[in-house]
């Protein structure tokens, strides 16, 4: 597999203004092995070429098989293969491997292709900008690029579509939704204090199920945090009408407040948030931590405490960029194995053409090259244009967000009532979704007789591998 | 229309929809049958007061013997005689037996009062294990809860089996999903410049009055109050009808004046949803993509996507202190937006200039959740579009719109409409005593003219399921019988439910 592929690069070497390298994947050349060889000498994988060349898209998802030895032919992960060469090189700082790979990267590469083809597009910015130190210019073009066309419909269409097709984010919210509600059951006044990137689409169940709550429907005051590099604060307005009139319509006497021009989550306070004494406060935080600078983290959870909330819901995906930050090829390589996930998810649940699928890719894109390019030159401009540049989704796994909150917070376990709305929930998606909930702290036993209750969050997989993670927490 | 037809509580807006469509749907004048207000029972009768626990109790009847419980004393008798032990069976009831009813034992609850006791004891049980028990029947594929077991099989039966519809034309199997949706799309959330509360205070103050005395009989809430037949003419319904003006029992009053507008509003929804469907199809998409395409040539680099030919890289790479043309690699993010041609059926039909406005709602805490969707929708077409010769027009053009066999239909309620006089008060009531709401609502199609497809106004009902339901078609001769019906008809309905429960149920 690998050979039939490095052998289609030379082939398009060969017709070089060929810019359309699927052409020539079905072509082997023996030219090719010399360079197969060369880079891949680890491996013995002079395989027949394969018969099916366009059908490498979704199987085989275990990105722990490095060796290609190990997959079924026809479905090596050619674009993983190739992308890890290249970062191993550039870390090495081996300038004509780069070079070759670079080279050949970008003849195979699309991100109108499938799987392999987007990740090796996606991937491949990002080397490009690392290798030659231009990610901060690459990522503000994109950026820029990207806010041009952002508007408020296209951003709503985009992740509402989504949350139809694939519970990626549905499922932090009816968790989270579900814990907020049964934390802050029975109080009149309820606070929350929402910081995630979701438009707000996880408000209108919870005030449907405020509205038809058994007790005296409570007062509900949001307060979204708006960071100030966030791509969604320009939509705001548009959303906060929505939420206000939706509230209107079900009863729910709301207050919508929105704060901008924060800089620094842990900059935020009581007095900034307009907390008062009497509201019971759910902090509600998705996507939002990873996006905090790491060293900040634990300042975050710090002024978390300092709400004095009632409980706190955590959701974030599961991938570790965080602890590898200073290792570029472990970064890359979770970062790849990360998105290799991801990607597989989409192209399972879009159809093939769906331009929300592109623009989530397209969203994915800018996320790898913050994460992957942009820290070279982190000391060389000033701190300033990499603020204003955008966060990087420094990602942790929900053990590692564990350890950190443990240290202000209490786990929450989930409740079966939550537990079976979030069940229910992945029901009605397409297969390959499943909850998992984490072993017991206590043993197998009698853990069903404890608590009902599962500690340190619940985990959303997608064929097998976790992939959000959801937790809450108490004082 | 109504979205969850599964539960036999729903929201009673939607219960006296469908009831008041049902009354005219045959567009002649019948004989009006006068049905009792749930809760209204015979002054004469022997009011029974049973405690919580008896009221839960499955198997009030035990035996001594083997402590086998049962339901009914019978039972036990006959159980006895097993045990040799005496038993006795009771004589067939006098006809003259005296008429009991049943009063719920929540002090807060409308049927705690002796006037509003429920007419069987099976259906104060039902009562307050609905409104006040714990719900411990959940679905196991969409987690709702019951707290009667036979509710929860009937709903079991038909979860997921049928659709959410917005306006724009959206289809949801997911009730979660389609309130997300709901709330952001533009077919109900528009809101801006054009804000005209005024037209629904106007609603209001028109069609309350009209409530107090139109006369049509008040169709039966589904669940806990199958009228005894015992009961039937009541010729003081009307004042009796109203105990929401009597500040006793709480959350009438308002709850009427609700239902009022909800019903008010539906006549004008037909509009709403054809203003969406017609928008939706031409201009949005066009003008998303336009848009789309333009920010895209703003961004420059309008090239073939694979324009960083490797030769440029290659050049790149070797020379890092010359980077590649960054523009040119970038261009891909722009160039791809370029990529939405067949996305052109926008989940939300946005884009149309010619919004509907919507006035803000006053807070209504006791409709059910899905009923107040709707009526966000009804009240956007009420406030644009109060004749309901426009929503006629509105009809046609929604079924052309892509319910081609409804139109015929519509055309001849145009005709059947101009038949009838606006306001057709009390257009009658095929309901008959005893099949009650519940059939209706789970669109029990033996009362209604079999020819009549169902229409979906509101873009709220099922679009798929198979079942006719008599709300679709209700909302369709709301048109004609005006608002008075349909209000009066939304004011019976309203009068009945803890709108909490119902809700929560729903």
């Known amino acids: 597999m690998d050979t039939t592929l490095y052998t289609n690069y030379n082939t398009s070497t060969a017709k070089d203004n060929q810019t359309h390298s699927n052409i020539y994947k079905q072509s082997s050349n023996g030219e090719a092995a010399a360079i197969v060889t060369d880079m891949q000498s680890s491996t013995n994988s002079h395989q027949p070429p394969s018969q099916n060349n366009h059908t490498h898209t979704s199987t085989s998802l275990s990105c722990s098989t490095s060796d290609p030895g190990d997959q079924p032919p026809g479905t090596g992960k050619w674009a993983s293969k190739l992308l890890k060469e290249c970062a191993r090189a550039i870390s090495e700082r081996d300038s004509s491997k780069i070079h070759h790979l670079l080279w050949m990267l970008n003849e195979l590469a699309s991100p109108y292709g499938d799987c392999d083809q987007k990740l090796a597009s996606y991937f491949l910015q990002a080397l490009f900008c690392k290798a030659t130190e231009s990610g901060q210019r690459c990522y503000k073009t994109l950026i820029s690029v990207a806010e041009k066309s952002h508007s408020f419909d296209s951003a709503r269409k985009l992740i509402l579509k989504f949350q139809e097709v694939s519970p990626w984010t549905t499922f932090g919210h009816v968790a989270s939704n579900g814990v907020i509600l049964e934390a802050l059951e029975g109080e009149t006044k309820l606070h929350i204090i929402d910081i995630s990137n979701t438009l707000c689409t996880q408000w209108p169940t919870l005030l449907e199920a405020l509205a038809t709550r058994n007790d005296e429907t409570p007062h509900l005051k949001l307060t979204v945090v708006l960071t100030n590099t966030s791509i969604v604060g320009s939509v705001m307005k548009e959303v906060g009408q929505r939420m206000e009139k939706f509230a209107r319509l079900m009863g729910v006497p709301f207050e919508f407040n929105v704060i901008r021009g924060i800089n620094r989550l842990c900059e935020l306070s009581k007095e900034g948030l307009g907390v008062q004494e009497d509201e019971a406060i759910a902090v509600n935080c998705i996507g939002a931590m990873r996006r905090v600078e790491v060293e900040e983290r634990d300042a975050v959870i710090r002024m978390f405490q300092s709400l004095r909330p009632r409980i706190v819901t955590v959701v974030e995906e599961e991938a570790d960029v965080s602890s590898t930050r200073n290792d570029f090829v472990n970064s890359f390589e979770e970062c790849l194995r990360f998105y290799t996930i991801y990607f597989d998810m989409l192209e399972e649940s879009f159809p093939p053409t769906s331009n929300e699928r592109l623009m989530l890719e397209r969203e994915c894109s800018r996320s790898i090259l913050r994460i992957l390019a942009c820290d070279g030159d982190h000391h060389e401009e000033n701190n300033t244009s990499i603020e204003s540049s955008g966060e990087c989704e420094r990602r942790e796994r929900g053990s590692q967000w564990a350890e950190r909150l443990k240290e202000g917070f209490a786990t929450v376990g989930f409740s079966d009532d939550v537990v079976d709305d979030v069940k229910a929930l992945l029901k009605r998606y397409r297969t390959g979704w499943s909850l998992v909930l984490p072993p017991p702290q206590q043993g197998g036993d009698n853990y069903h007789h404890h608590h009902d209750q599962y500690s340190s969050g619940i985990y959303l997989t997608w064929k097998e591998d976790p992939v959000v993670w959801a937790s809450a927490w108490k004082p | ?506």
């Open chain 2, 1 to 506: 229309m109504p979205v969850d037809l599964d539960n036999s509580s729903t929201a009673s807006g939607e219960a006296s929809v469908s009831s008041s469509g049902n009354q005219t749907v045959p567009p002649k004048f019948i004989p009006k049958k006068k049905r009792n207000l749930p809760g209204m029972p015979d002054p004469d009768a022997e009011v029974i007061s049973l405690s919580p626990k008896a009221l839960l109790a499955t198997n009030r009847f035990v035996c001594e013997i083997c402590s086998k419980g049962f339901q009914r004393d019978q039972n036990l008798q006959l159980h006895r005689r097993g045990h040799n032990l005496p038993w006795k069976l009771k004589q067939r009831p006098n006809k003259e037996v005296k008429k009991k009813v049943y009063v719920c034992p929540e002090l807060t609850c409308v049927h705690h009062e002796p006037s509003r006791a429920l007419g069987d004891l099976t259906g104060i049980k039902k009562h307050f294990c609905r409104k006040h028990g714990e719900k411990k029947w959940k679905c196991d594929k969409c987690s709702k809860k019951y707290a009667v077991q036979s509710d929860w099989k009937a709903h079991s039966k038909i979860c997921g089996t049928r659709e959410y519809k917005c306006d724009c034309g959206t289809l949801f199997s997911r009730r979660d999903s389609f309130i997300t949706h709901r709330a952001f799309c533009d077919a109900l959330a528009e809101e801006s410049a054009r804000d005209q509360p005024q037209v629904i205070v106007n609603t209001n103050s028109e069609s309350e009055p009209k409530l107090t005395t139109s006369d049509s009989p008040p169709p039966a809430p589904p669940s806990e109050a199958p009228a005894p037949p015992a009961l039937h003419q009541s010729t003081s319904l009307m004042s009796s009808v109203f105990p929401a003006q009597n500040p006793e029992i709480p959350g009438n009053p308002p709850r009427i004046i609700d239902e009022a507008q909800t019903t008010t509003a539906v006549i004008g929804s037909c509009s709403s949803s054809t203003t969406t469907s017609s928008s939706s199809n031409g201009g949005a998409n066009s003008s998303v993509f336009a848009s789309l395409f333009a920010s895209s040539t703003a961004s420059g680099s309008l090239q073939s996507p694979q324009a960083p030919a490797f030769t440029d890289l290659i050049r790149a790479v070797s020379r890092p202190d010359q980077p590649a043309d960054l523009t040119q690699s970038s261009s891909s993010e722009s160039i791809s937006l370029c990529l939405s041609t067949n996305h052109g059926s926008s989940i939300f039909g946005t884009g149309g200039q010619e919004r509907r406005q919507y006035a803000p709602p006053p807070p209504q805490p006791t409709l059910s959740a899905t009923a107040l969707l709707q009526k966000a929708a009804q009240m956007g077409a009420t406030a644009t579009n109060g004749s309901f010769l426009r929503g006629l027009g509105i009809v046609s053009s929604l079924s052309s719109s892509g319910q081609q066999d409804n139109l015929h239909w519509s055309q001849r309620q145009v005709e059947s409409e101009n038949a009838l006089a606006p306001p057709c008060l009390g257009l009658g009531l095929p309901c008959d005593g005893g099949s009650g709401l519940k059939e209706l609502m789970m669109g029990t199609p033996s009362i209604f003219d079999p020819k009549q497809t169902t229409l979906d106004f509101l873009g709220l009902g099922m679009a798929a399921g198979g079942n006719p339901s008599g709300g679709l078609s209700a909302l369709i001769t709301s048109i004609g019988g005006g608002l008075d019906v349909a209000a009066a008809a939304a004011s019976y309905g309203g009068g009945e439910f803890s709108g909490k429960d119902i809700g929560r149920s729903s």
